[in-house]
């Protein structure tokens, strides 16, 4: 017997074991997950879940993907914690890295333009509950009748203030009870009084930092009558150096330096005012009512000495800044991933409003000893809405709500400008709002009139027709 084999056979047996483990290995790669019957599962990755560390955040996430493969079980969620940065996101598109759902905020609106956002208006032609969305809430992702998101939750600004402080100052009504501005001088007359610097306090806390500090300048603007971004024509123009802008400028200018009603730490972030907000130290703040309940939460604020009202109404009137989170869909996913997707997406926003996970909810709380708040902004009508704010209601003392005021403030709710807010807000709004924080000369209309055409230079002249 020949132990030995010669030249040729060993290179048969060579090209034998390389097809064998080419198989093996083609059979481990494509070696998808399979529901009862064999069936491949339909893998649908998303960018909104939790970071490693966070293991309650996993925990929650992996029993919201059970309550979903209960009825949906041909679909398996994988996440990333990648969320979503303007930054890299148009690089991680073109480079098909993207997830097949994307979390984005409200200011993104301009996605749809670079063809970055699928369509949803089939989908939803064939959903049950199409007719029960607040069209309000969707209006920043509508383009000609066509809907290219769906709204995880919504919200209004409002002005935020310290009931006990308002009463100390005699800023009350005829009962006693603290009573808010309803116009710009009343705002003006209520931050003087308010304002005690021997004890620290500010009548009012503005965001000076980054951009929060643009952001909060939407709604001052509003009132004065102006805008940011307006179609003139077929063609975006920046419109946030008019007479209306500058005099919106020249009121937290005077805030600053006519009155000094205003923080000691100009250039604070939101998170800085709450806390000082909290300690008494701020009288009133513009914030959204899902901050409530981090100031009973987290800083220990009485919920009895938050006051909520609407936004002083400017010269031109009022004016409330609603916004909130959306979902997408990545348009260079599978037509089988697409609505695999929208199953998900559409399950997510009618689950945060079941009103069995509403009563859970108001429970968890109790025994956590927190509270929450339920949305200004509900993303349904109707019915579906009505129920799970039914099924709130005996949770009333932790599922906070103020629905007479957000009633009265959606009469009034304008949405953030529509093209690529985020630099509008921190690269040429918020240096102004500086500006006239830090400089007593200060010129409020040579300020916004630089940046309204570095703006539309760099970026509304870009913008597809």
């Known amino acids: 017997m020949n132990l030995y084999m010669s030249t040729r056979q060993k290179w048969l047996l060579v090209a034998v074991l390389a097809v064998a483990l080419t198989c093996v290995l083609a059979v481990k790669w494509n070696d998808k997950p399979k529901v009862a019957g064999g069936q491949s599962k339909i893998v649908v990755t998303v960018n909104d879940g939790p970071v490693?560390?966070?293991?309650v955040a996993i925990q929650r996430m992996k029993e919201s993907i059970a309550r979903f493969n209960k009825v949906y079980p041909e679909i398996e969620i994988k996440w990333t914690s990648h969320g979503y940065s303007p930054d890299s996101f148009s690089t991680r598109m073109a480079g098909g890295t993207a997830e097949d759902v994307i979390r984005i905020p409200a200011t993104e609106g301009y996605l749809i333009e670079r063809g970055y956002a699928l369509d949803l208006t089939d989908f939803l032609t064939d959903w049950q509950y199409k007719d029960q969305l607040n069209k309000d809430v969707l209006a920043p992702f509508i383009r000609k009748g066509h809907i290219y998101a769906l709204p995880i939750?919504?919200?209004m600004m409002g002005l935020l203030y310290n009931k006990k402080l308002f009463q100390e100052a005699?800023?009350?009504?005829?009962q006693g009870k603290a009573k808010p501005p309803a116009d710009w001088d009343e705002f003006v007359v209520a931050a003087k009084k308010l304002t005690n610097k021997k004890k620290g306090i500010a009548g009012f806390g503005i965001m000076g930092k980054a951009a929060e500090a643009g952001w909060g300048f939407l709604n001052w603007?509003?009132?004065a009558g102006g805008d940011f971004e307006r179609e003139e024509n077929g063609v975006w123009q920046a419109v946030f150096a008019s007479k209306e802008a500058v005099e919106a400028l020249e009121l937290i200018q005077d805030l600053r330096w006519q009155h000094d009603v205003l923080q000691a730490m100009l250039l604070s972030t939101f998170s800085e005012l709450e806390g000082r907000f909290a300690s008494a130290q701020i009288g009133m703040m513009f914030?959204?009512?899902?901050?409530i309940s981090n100031l009973v939460n987290q800083y220990g604020m009485k919920l009895e000495d938050i006051g909520v009202a609407l936004l002083p109404a400017g010269p031109a009137g009022r004016a409330n800044q609603m916004g909130g989170?959306?979902?997408i869909l990545n348009p260079k996913s599978s037509v089988e991933v697409q609505e695999?997707?929208?199953k998900w997406i559409s399950?997510?926003?009618?689950?945060?409003?079941?009103?069995q996970r509403m009563q859970e909810r108001g429970e968890d709380l109790r025994k956590q000893g927190q509270i929450s708040t339920l949305t200004a902004l509900p993303i349904f009508e109707g019915e579906i809405d009505s129920k799970a704010r039914e099924a709130a209601t005996p949770y009333k003392d932790v599922l906070v709500d103020f629905p007479d005021v957000w009633r009265e403030a959606a009469k009034y709710m304008r949405p953030e400008p529509p093209f690529y807010c985020q630099q509008l807000y921190s690269e040429y709004l918020a240096p102004a709002i500086q500006a006239v924080l830090t400089k007593r000369d200060a010129d409020p209309k040579a300020l916004l009139t630089q940046a309204a055409r570095g703006f539309q230079e760099r970026f509304l002249d870009k913008v597809a027709q």
């Open 347 to 355: 399950w997510k926003i009618l689950g945060s409003m079941d009103p």
């Open 325 to 327: 989170n959306y979902y």
């Open 170 to 174: 005699g800023l009350t009504d005829p």
């Open 153 to 155: 939750d919504g919200y």
């Open 52 to 55: 490693e560390t966070d293991k």
């Open 340 to 342: 695999a997707a929208f």
């Open 287 to 291: 914030a959204a009512q899902d901050r």
């Open 221 to 223: 603007v509003w009132q």
